[in-house]
């Protein structure tokens, strides 16, 4: 048997790992220290900890401790990576981005647009192709111009999981002298990411999509690269070397840097038994819904080209908003957490070149670390037969919209 309801919405959050936890929960009441007050045992045990994340998690994208900058999550490193770049740029710079960046950086970078800059924004693969989603290197490359200053380009989409060629726009940017921001929420413990980000200048985490804490998150800050100065958002006592003052999270990260820890010991199995299970599901619904269930983004079978644990489809005639309603044994979204309480279609589907129509019938399914073949199979059969009473539905009514004499 089952639990109801099934989590399948591993891209807004994930449940954090009961062994997280664990080793989260001495620094709440025992080992309490400031990391800051350090004339004390209480503060020397605290930074350790802290010192000891930072470098499990520089380890991780290949980079020195000195450059993570710890932040309260994604939104902030993504606040501070391109505001805090930014506003150190010459006026009038030129900045790109992809039209599928999350709102914590295309809300940033529209202020930056307000305050003189010009923003460039890539448009992805469109739909239809197994790229689709993707931003390829050379869409990158036409876009840049001699007074482009910095690039940002996410390594993993949130709704459609297509994967970008981060290395390959990486190199661009190296030899031009291009800042290049890289948004790795969802990438970091999905896809091997230590390679890919090598050459990349500034890098955001977060450790709530990772199995770990909400509320703590990073900025890597590579300061051997481009010579680029970069401003705080939050002033005061000086902390992560003066780039985001604040008392630090203790508990959260050591708990980020566990997660981080766990999700790369079983990457490679973990990729192929995710994979395994979206494609599983893909494959039940096609077999039950034939053309009313139809892809969105990139090919299945490319884990360098969609995260194993995505799937994106919309179901034509139907509204995601009102299938939703209709299966409460599963948790999903039609959409990013962010913009559940926006009622426009979903700005990435848009850009893949979906009509509002088109975007507004799709649902978007996250798998993760805790599902199991069964609940996949139990979801499978909950949507198929949903989206089965939903089209007689609608069959009924327009057959009733039509009158006694057409029916
Ligand atoms: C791609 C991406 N970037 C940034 C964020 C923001 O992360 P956080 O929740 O840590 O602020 C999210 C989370 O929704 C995300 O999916």
């Known amino acids: 048997m089952v639990q109801t309801p099934i989590y399948l919405d591993n891209h807004a959050t994930t449940r954090c790992d009961p062994r997280v936890r664990d080793v989260m929960l001495p620094y709440f009441c025992e080992e309490f220290g400031n990391a ?3 004339t004390h045992v209480f503060g020397e045990r605290a930074k350790d900890a802290v010192e000891k994340a930072r470098e499990t998690i520089a380890a991780a994208v290949d980079a020195d401790p000195r450059e993570v900058i710890f932040t309260s999550g994604a939104t902030e490193s993504n606040n501070l ?4 770049v930014g506003r150190c740029l010459p006026p009038g710079s030129h900045l790109v981005a992809s039209s599928i960046e999350h709102p914590s950086v295309l809300e940033p970078l529209q202020k930056l647009s307000e305050e003189g800059h010009t923003v460039t924004l890539v448009r992805p693969v469109q739909n239809g192709d197994p790229q689709a989603g993707r931003v390829l290197a050379e869409s990158v490359e036409e876009a840049l111009k001699p007074n482009t200053r910095l690039v940002s380009i996410m390594a993993a989409n ?10 390959e726009i990486a190199a661009l940017c190296r030899e031009r002298g291009i800042i290049f921001h890289v948004d790795a929420v969802q990438a970091l413990g999905k896809v091997p990411l230590r390679d890919e980000l090598r050459e990349v200048d500034l890098i955001s985490l977060s450790a709530h999509k990772v199995y770990g804490p909400k509320g703590v998150g990073a900025l890597i800050v590579r300061r051997r690269q481009a010579g680029f100065k970069i401003q705080p958002l939050i002033y005061g006592g000086g902390h ?12 959260g990260i050591v708990g980020f840097a566990h997660a981080v820890a766990l999700a790369l010991a079983d990457l490679e199995n973990e990729m192929v038994r995710l994979q395994q299970l979206r494609n599983l599901l893909f494959h039940l619904l096609k077999e039950q819904l034939g053309e009313r269930v139809q892809l969105n983004g990139p090919d299945l079978s490319r884990p360098d080209w969609r995260l194993p644990g995505n799937l994106n489809v919309r179901f034509p005639g139907i509204e995601g ?11 999903l979204s039609s ?9 426009r279609p979903s700005h990435v589907l848009l850009a893949l070149g979906l009509s509002e129509t088109e975007a507004r019938a799709s649902i978007r399914v996250g ?16 949507l198929c037969s949903a989206v089965r009473q939903l089209v007689d539905l609608q069959s009924a009514l327009e057959g009733w919209s039509r009158g006694p004499g057409e029916r």
């Open 36 to 38: 800051a007050s350090i």
């Open 81 to 84: 990576a391109i505001l805090g």
């Open 158 to 167: 949130n709704e459609i999981g297509s994967v970008q060629p981060i290395r």
């Open 240 to 251: 992560e070397r003066g780039l985001r003052s604040g008392t630090l999270n203790v508990p």
């Open 321 to 331: 908003e009102t299938l939703l309603l209709h299966v409460p044994e599963l948790a």
């Open 335 to 343: 959409g990013s957490a962010c913009s559940s309480a926006d009622p």
């Open 367 to 382: 798998i993760g670390r805790f599902n199991t073949e069964e609940e996949i199979r139990y979801a499978a059969d909950v």
